[in-house]
């Protein structure tokens, strides 16, 4: 089975090997019956066709000796000229690549080259539909350094070798005369120029309404965050308000509560509260307004809490205080308010 495959291989080979001795003659015996001697740019036959593309020569030695600074210019340069992967040396996709190996860690390279690979993917397609192999190895090429393990490359690869052999079984069959090959070669090339063209602009007309699609989203995240702190900031500011204004009604009301007999109290004994461990380490301050009501004989019949800041930290030992207290006697039952202040630095 491998003799035969072998021998079969062999033939298309020698076909294409007598095709490119046919094709050379003819232009041979063409440029002899011309005055005019042959011009130095003629397209090259089957003869002279470049070695294949591999990764690692995918970036030409001219592409990769630019330095990052220039690479980033020619990228962008090429990006917004829709040279998008095409022509060799000269395309954003070689530059990005060349400067991902010399700023691995540039984040804006592999975005632009996330958007670029999907392109170079379709641009192979038709490259192969052409049977522009030369391009189609160039490009995958391209894609494989880009990323090797990208889900197109086994594909595009398979269809390049099924095309190539496809070609080569056509070539066994039938040879095209000098003239032929030269108009199918002329008419490749104007069809691919075209065809490039006309994508790279149809692509980056797409990256374009892609991208500011993009921007609009992410100025209207802003936006929306931009409200809703502003909203938040409101909120905070008529909450702090409302605070503000119920302690000065509970200033105002205390300072109106038994006036007269409030100061006619004068006191004997007013002991200091203790300090609570928990709020003396944490360094915690604040302050609680007790109300009590003081006896006949000066001493404290009742106390409770008004308001404390912060809550229930400091209530206990402030009314444990006020409880302690000790006044001159008074004729009758007073009831007064006093605000208790905690300082660990005081």
């Known amino acids: 089975m491998t003799v035969n495959q072998n021998d079969r291989r062999s033939r298309r080979l020698s076909v294409v090997s007598h095709v490119s001795i ?3 003659l003819a232009c041979a015996l063409a440029a002899c019956g011309k005055d005019q001697p ?14 294949a593309v591999t990764p690692e020569t995918a ?26 992967y095409a022509p060799a040396e000269d395309n954003a996709v070689e530059y990005y690549l060349a400067l991902r190996d010399k700023a691995p860690a540039d ?24 049977e522009d192999f030369a391009e189609a190895q160039r490009l995958s090429a391209l894609l494989e350094k880009a990323d090797a393990q990208h ?11 099924a095309k190539q052999a496809e070609v080569a079984k ?42 500011a699609a993009e921007r609009q989203a992410a100025a209207t995240r802003e936006a929306t965050a931009t409200r809703e702190a502003e909203q938040r900031a409101a909120d905070q500011r008529a909450a702090e308000q409302r605070a503000s204004e119920q302690r000065a009604a509970e200033a105002r009301q205390t300072a109106s509560a038994t006036p007269s007999a409030g100061a006619d109290l004068r006191a004997v004994s007013t002991p200091a509260p203790r300090y609570p461990p928990e709020a003396l380490r944490a360094g915690q301050s604040g ?55 905690f300082n660990p630095g005081g």
């Open 170 to 211: 056509r070539a066994e069959q039938q040879v095209l005369t000098a003239e032929e090959q030269a108009k199918k070669q002329a008419d490749l090339e104007k069809q691919r120029l075209a065809q490039q063209e006309a994508q790279q602009k149809q692509a980056a007309t797409q990256l374009a309404a892609s991208q």
């Open 107 to 130: 984040a804006a390279v592999s975005s632009a080259l996330t958007d670029l690979l999907p392109m170079t993917v379709i641009a192979t397609e038709q490259s192969v539909s052409r």
């Open 151 to 161: 889900p197109a490359l086994a594909r595009l690869k398979a269809s390049i070798g």
């Open 38 to 51: 042959a011009q130095e740019g003629a397209a090259p036959t089957a003869a002279t066709t470049a070695p």
């Open 287 to 341: 302050e609680v307004q007790v109300e009590f009501t003081v006896g006949t004989d000066g001493s404290v019949t009742a106390a409770r809490v008004v308001r404390s800041n912060p809550a229930r930290i400091f209530d206990r030992e402030a009314v444990n205080a006020v409880r302690k207290w000790r006044f001159q006697p008074v004729g009758a039952p007073v009831t007064t308010r006093r605000t208790i202040g």
């Open 22 to 24: 046919a094709l050379a």
């Open 59 to 84: 970036v030409s030695a001219k592409v990769s000796a630019l330095t990052a600074d220039q690479l980033r210019e020619a990228a962008r340069k090429a990006y917004a000229e829709n040279r998008l």
